[in-house]
């Protein structure tokens, strides 16, 4: 909310005469004191040289230019150094002879360095400018000239007295929950606690020639459904159409960002700047007949003040006479009824409406105004017959007019919460002694009725109407820890519970991260989120499990509207982003719960007011999505870089297979193999990952069609796994490394060419025994002396005894075992 430090100050003067005021630092520290952040505050902007008020005396019309153009002679009194007319070209229309203008003369610089010189123009000698509110910084956008009251000053003295030109408008922000606090009322409260000073409510304010309400103006039936709790009118007649808005009300509304309009509007946007209250004035004559609030009918139209012709809603809120809607009740007005240059008679409506209502319909329709965002924080219920009273008193007061004495008023002021909290509550919450003095002192501030309860120790607590958010004992103690000050309560940090630290299954994750990256690998965070043609890109199957994605029923792109049910998407968009950066280079991999829709993807809504039973528990999990733990590596470009010891080597498929090994290890399980065909891998260089059995991932070069519609580089390579498939192993204790040195010896076997190595390789583990530790694939050979559709596979085989040095003829039996076992499953050779 923008507010100025003089309205602030002089509200908190009123009932703190001694009080001298602060600085704009101060002030701002003030406000942080009490719980509100500031966007900034700034100082109106500076115009330096003679700016004085000035008297428009005669007014020429220039004739045969393309834009009306007018000669104006202007009384600036002395200012000038001679007494004589100012001659000034103006092109605004808004003013007439007599009227009491702002006028720059020469030497005078306006905000953003406007300097201000004579010149002739339009045939004319025009020494000085005449000011809009614009040019003086006021306000970001005016349609016209400044005009002020006359009794403000003479012709010749200094403006900026007049104009307050000295002031600082602060930028507050105003928490969701603290509606009250969108108000000059709202404000000074909490400043008042923030420098500790009394405090004068604007809303216990009388108005001495505003007559006691007694009977009804007109009907209004309030419909239940729009969930309102109280509408109230007051009515106005026979005020001057012609009259001028004060400008200290003016000023107050353009400082606040607020265009003023006419004076009876200005009235109703000055009131709710002051006390938190949103109200509307309609043109009383083009009322009809009595008014009713309900829902609009879906495709009923309206034309609201900002000249927009609106399609309303069932759920839309409407205030309508006899004639049809005219108000968009809680965000804007009507035009129909809209107030004129001819009104006379003035009805003014307040309510209090309700807050998701508002905040729906200003959604639905992009339309947020003051009113609806004050409305959807929260508005006090109590000020509806204060603010009719204070508007109608002051526009008696600028246009005259008779404020009648009826008042429709329907609906009562809800009952609050009696909140019951033990005294010493904050001292227990915050580690720090307070009073009981202090306690009830703080609650009484922010408009607390405190009692004492017939409990020991205890206090019976009742929240103003306008503190809707306090329905707990902890709101209150939030609220005296707020005012006491936050920072004076010691930061205290707890002991750590004694834990038996990481579970496994954390554990886990932690080493397959710490593994990666000890490989090269780069960690990146997965969105959750892909586009929803994704596997129309990957050209999937339409009953391919991965097409079971989550709906996002509010998302913030459009088209990433789903979950994903696998890391891909989300990695290959980050490989993408690199590569065209330069980063041809690159392994990533990012671990990630992804997520399957199950069911309905509706979760079904037990009765709140009892337990729910174990079918409901189980009926509500079966509901949730299933959110496995994925990892996913993606890679491209050199994992070996070029340079003198020879050529670089790319990064494979045979690569992404050994990143789900890498894996594997640090879960602490074995990994089998299997050639398949998966999209979006390649169908040639893509093997399964299994464990037990159980296909849990994949691995490879993804297919050339895919990458090329992805804008991917060629041949990039990925694997991707369920973690959450893995068995969770821990080895307790920690195994005993042999203290043995280990014995090496290599076994080739020639095989056809279809038979798998990975097979080739688990019967060389299976016959080899105990004492071999480790076997590795460590060249494929292939040429005409072999034999047709023949390879050869070549293993290095590593021995090691846990209680002695091992000789090269127990490593041959091992090895031979291994050749027999191969060559009876496989038909394999061995090569010399």
């Not at 729009?226 to 107050?252: N, Q, S």
């Not at 003095?437 to 501030?445: G, K, N, P, S, Y």
């Not at 490879?700 to 580089?713: F, K, S």
Request: hydrophobic fraction near 40%; proline fraction near 6%; include cysteine.
């Amino acid at each position: 909310m923008l507010i100025t430090q003089s309205w602030v100050s002089t509200l908190l003067s009123e009932a703190n005469p001694e009080w001298k005021g602060v600085t704009p630092d101060e002030l701002d520290a003030g406000y942080v004191r009490v719980g509100f952040e500031t966007e900034g505050y700034e100082s109106i902007p500076e115009t330096t040289g003679p700016l004085v008020i000035g008297r428009v005396e005669s007014i020429e019309e220039l004739e045969g230019f393309k834009k009306p153009i007018r000669h104006c002679m202007v009384n600036v009194g002395q200012a000038n150094g001679t007494g004589e007319l100012q001659s000034i070209v103006c092109g605004a229309r808004n003013f007439v002879e007599g009227d009491t203008v702002i006028v720059s003369l020469p030497g005078a610089v306006l905000p953003g360095n406007f300097a201000i010189a004579a010149r002739e123009t339009y045939g004319r000698m025009s020494a000085g400018m005449i000011c809009s509110a614009a040019e003086l910084g006021l306000i970001d956008k005016a349609s016209g000239i400044m005009t002020i009251d006359p009794q403000l000053g003479e012709p010749g003295d200094d403006a900026r007295l007049v104009l307050g030109l000295d002031d600082t408008v602060f930028d507050v922000n105003i928490t969701p929950d603290r509606g009250y606090a969108l108000s000059a009322r709202g404000l000074t409260r909490e400043l008042a606690s923030a420098f500790g000073l009394k405090y004068n409510d604007p809303a216990q304010a009388t108005f001495a020639n505003v007559p006691a309400a007694s009977g009804s103006l007109i009907d209004v039936e309030l419909k239940a459904e729009t969930k309102a709790r109280r509408f109230g009118l007051r009515k106005v007649t026979g005020i001057d159409p012609h009259a001028k808005t004060p400008l200290w009300m003016e000023r107050e509304l353009m400082l606040a960002g607020q265009r003023p309009v006419n004076v009876a509007t200005d009235v109703t946007n000055y009131v709710m700047l002051l006390l938190g209250q949103p109200m509307h004035a309609f043109d009383a004559d083009k009322i009809s007949g009595n008014l009713v609030v309900r829902t609009a009918q879906a495709g009923e139209k309206l034309f609201t003040l900002d000249h927009v012709e609106r399609t309303l809603d069932a759920e839309d809120v409407v205030i309508c006479d006899d004639n049809g809607i005219q108000s968009l009740a809680a965000v804007m007005g009507g035009s129909t009824s809209e107030i004129s240059d001819e009104t006379t008679n003035v009805y003014f409506e307040a309510a209090n409406w309700d807050q998701i209502t508002t905040a729906r319909t200003s959604r639905r329709h992009k339309l947020s105004s003051e009113a609806s965002r004050r409305f959807e924080r929260g508005v006090d219920p109590a000020l509806v017959e204060v603010a009719l009273d204070m508007a109608c008193s002051l526009l008696q007061e600028i246009a005259g007019g008779t404020i009648e004495a009826g008042r429709t008023l329907v609906g009562e002021v809800p009952a609050m919460p009696v909140i019951t909290m033990a005294a010493n509550r904050p001292a227990q919450i915050a580690g720090v002694e307070y009073s009981r003095e202090t306690v009830i002192a703080r609650l009484e501030e922010v408009g607390c009725q405190v009692e004492e309860s017939s409990c020991g120790g205890k206090l019976e607590v009742t929240p103003p109407t306008w503190r809707p958010d306090l329905t707990e004992s902890c709101d209150l103690v939030e609220e005296i820890l707020r005012l006491e000050g936050l920072e004076d309560i010691p930061s205290i940090v707890p002991p750590a519970p004694v834990g038996r630290g990481l579970t496994p299954v954390q554990k886990r994750r932690r080493a397959i991260g710490h593994a990666l990256a000890y490989n090269g690998y780069v960690e990146i965070l997965p969105t959750p989120f892909i586009r929803q043609d994704t596997f129309d890109t990957w050209d999937l199957a339409e009953d391919d499990e991965r097409r079971a994605v989550v709906k996002v029923q509010n998302p913030l792109d459009a088209e990433y509207a789903v979950l994903g049910t696998t890391l891909l998407p989300s990695m290959l968009e980050a490989l993408s982003r690199n590569v065209a950066r330069g980063l041809t280079d690159l392994y990533l991999f990012g671990q990630q719960q992804v997520a399957f829709a199950r069911g309905a993807g509706i979760s079904p809504m037990p009765d709140v007011t009892k337990r729910p039973s174990a079918e409901e528990v189980n009926e509500l999990l079966e509901s949730l999505p299933y959110q496995p733990l994925y990892v996913a590596t993606v890679g491209t470009g050199l994992v070996e870089f070029e340079g003198p010891w020879g050529k670089g080597r790319e990064y494979t498929y045979a690569d992404a297979i050994e990143s789900a090994k890498i894996v594997a290890r640090a879960a602490g399980v074995e990994l089998e193999l299997k050639n398949v065909e998966h999209l979006p891998w390649h169908p040639g260089r893509c093997a399964a990952l299994l464990v037990d059995g159980e296909i849990i991932g994949h691995a490879g070069e993804l297919h050339p069609q895919v990458v090329e519609r992805l804008g991917l580089p060629k041949r990039t390579c990925a694997m991707e796994l369920n973690v959450s498939k893995l068995p969770v192993t821990e080895v307790l204790p920690a195994p005993v490394l042999s203290a043995f040195p280990t014995l090496k010896q290599d076994l080739a076997l020639v095989v056809d060419e279809e038979t798998p190595a990975e097979a080739v390789r688990q019967a060389i583990v299976e016959a080899a025994g105990p004492l071999l530790e480790k076997v590795e694939l460590f060249d494929i050979y292939r040429a005409e002396n072999l034999g047709a559709d023949k390879k050869s596979l070549a293993f290095a085989l590593t021995f090691r005894a846990p209680d002695r040095t091992l000789t090269d003829d127990e490593c041959s039996t091992g090895r031979l075992a291994a050749a027999d076992l191969a060559a009876q499953r496989f038909g394999a050779q061995m090569r010399a």
